[in-house]
Nanobody, 122 residues
């Protein structure tokens, strides 16, 4: 059974930092692209960041470029999202995602985690 489990969410003040982690199990995810999406109340789910299986390709949503960094551990089953200079508008549930194809990781990945709440206070 495929499982993606996020951790690291919480409450932080504007300007602060958080690091999210996502551990994948159930398959060999070292050859899967992985990424992050978020969904704020009343808004559509939004692509945040993606990373290829090798880590050689990364991509970010416009609203987080220059502030967030996606990376993955050696072995490939854990992906991280380092979030700096957080703003109240970054408040959302953050979801980890995975797919065999990098092109789909920014749009409709096949596998999803349950999400972790990030709240940024002003």
């Amino acid at each position: 059974q495929v499982q993606l489990v996020e951790s690291g969410g919480g409450l932080v003040q504007a300007g602060g930092s958080l690091r999210l982690s996502c551990r994948a199990s159930g398959r060999t995810f070292s050859r899967y692209a992985m990424g992050w999406f978020r969904q704020a109340p009343g808004k559509e789910r939004e692509f945040v960041a993606g990373i290829s299986w090798s880590g050689g390709i990364t991509e970010y949503g416009d609203s987080v470029k220059g502030r967030f960094t996606v990376s993955r551990a050696v072995g490939g089953n854990t992906v991280y999202l380092q979030m700096n200079s957080l703003k109240p508008e970054d408040t959302a549930v953050y979801y980890c995602a995975a797919d065999e194809t990098y092109l789909r990781i920014t749009t409709t990945p096949a596998f999803w985690g349950q999400g972790t709440q990030v709240t940024v206070s002003s």
